[in-house]
């Protein structure tokens, strides 16, 4: 059974001849509905929701001009083509109806297949452009799901601890992004810190990141260890994600009576930590390979003892690889982490992101921007 929609054509013709040439030329392939003025076409069009309009510019009671300016105001779609019926000598009638919005002329007296022809190529394009509105609605509506899904991964406060204090910057490249953070606070009083960039962005990466948080906390009460923690969240994920997606972690656990600090770096960027009492920085890079790419990766824990004073700034890939408006120059690692000694112990999280956004410029970032500041007070 053929359940295929038939285009509605309305024809706004006062002459009854030429009306009835036109119904005789469409009729067979569209559904034709007529008017002999413009305000009949308005009536009808409110009722019939046409496709397409064939509009005769000289009308007895309201001008083509005038009656499409009125369908525009609501009765019909903007989006529907409004096609010009004109007198073959009258130019000028023509350009005006193009300025004013029509997709094409007709001239008098009509030709069949040049008739046929426009009608079927426009209610074509007519068709294309719904579909693409109908596919930007619903792409919409699944960015703002997975946004709204991004967001409910992210936490809404900090951990209560006298010793140390957290500063975080975030900033999505798009309505979802692929960053996402959380803290957590384990009975013993420890802190656990994690930061994860999933590859991509949007509704895969929402849920990816999803599921990465499920995952984790299912399992990050019983692995103490960050190193085992990640292990066995690197089998989940790789046995669930496609091939080309995967993700980056930073995970860490302070305790704050003893500073020390425990972590693991799934392929993640390098979080610098300042010692105060050396001034220097340290790298965090013990750990193993991105998360979700193949399974039975081994791991290990990193430690280090941090004293009053002490900062670690972790971050995601978007802060080195921002990019300013001379092509091919990348804010880069070492500017980072020269920033970052220069600044801390004072205004740190501030200074480095004042120096990317001085140095990007009007250049539009292209990755999400995440930072997260502890200090140690």
């Given at each position: 059974m053929n359940t295929a929609k038939v285009s509605k054509v309305l024809i706004v013709e006062d002459q009854l001849v030429s009306r009835r040439i036109l119904q005789t030329m469409l009729g067979k392939n569209y559904t034709v509905i007529s008017a002999a003025t413009g305000r009949e076409a308005i009536k009808s069009a409110a009722v019939n929701k046409p496709d397409l309009v064939?509009?005769?510019?000289?009308?007895?009671?309201?001008?083509?001009f005038q009656t499409m300016e009125s369908l525009r105001t609501g009765i019909i779609n903007t989006a529907v083509p409004v096609i010009f019926l004109t007198a073959r000598e009258d130019s000028a009638s023509r350009e005006k109806g193009l300025e004013a919005g029509a997709v094409d002329y007709i001239t008098k007296p009509y030709d069949r297949q040049e008739l046929q022809i426009k009608v079927k190529n426009h209610l074509a394009l007519y068709e294309a452009r719904k579909e693409i509105e109908r596919n930007n609605r619903l792409?919409?509506?699944?960015?703002?799901?997975?946004s709204q899904l991004q967001r409910s991964l992210l936490p809404s406060t900090f951990p209560a601890t006298d010793r140390l204090e957290f500063v975080v910057y975030y900033e999505p490249f798009s309505q979802s992004g692929g960053d996402f953070y959380d803290f957590m606070e384990f009975p013993d009083g420890?802190?656990?810190?994690?930061?994860?960039?999933?590859?991509?962005?949007?509704?895969?990466?929402?849920?990816?990141?999803?599921?990465?948080k499920m995952c984790f906390q299912n399992l990050v009460t019983a692995n103490p260890s960050p190193a085992a923690l990640l292990s066995l969240i690197n089998n989940e994920m790789t046995s669930i994600l496609p091939e080309a997606d995967f993700l980056t972690v930073f995970f860490c656990i302070i305790d704050p009576k003893s500073l020390k600090i425990t972590y693991c770096n799934a392929g993640h960027p390098r979080p610098f930590l300042w010692s105060n009492s050396l001034k220097s920085v340290v790298t965090l890079q013990t750990g193993g390979p991105l998360l979700g790419a193949f399974p039975d990766m081994k791991y290990e824990d990193g430690m280090y003892y941090c004293k009053t004073g002490d900062e670690i700034?972790?971050?995601?890939?978007?802060?080195?690889?921002?990019?300013?408006?001379?092509?091919g120059e990348l804010y880069g690692i070492d500017r980072l982490r020269n920033n970052f000694v220069k600044s801390a112990p004072i205004d740190s999280l501030d200074s480095v992101i004042r120096d990317v956004n001085e140095f990007r410029g009007?250049?539009?970032?292209?990755?999400?921007l995440s930072l997260i500041l502890v200090r140690v007070k």
């Open positions: 064939l509009l005769d510019i000289e009308l007895p009671d309201m001008d083509g792409m919409a509506r699944e960015m703002e799901m997975a420890s802190v656990g810190i994690v930061l994860v960039d999933v590859s991509g962005h949007g509704v895969a990466s929402a849920m990816i990141g999803a599921m990465f700034l972790m971050y995601t890939d978007g802060i080195p690889e921002a990019a300013s408006a001379d092509p009007d250049k539009e970032f292209d990755d999400d």
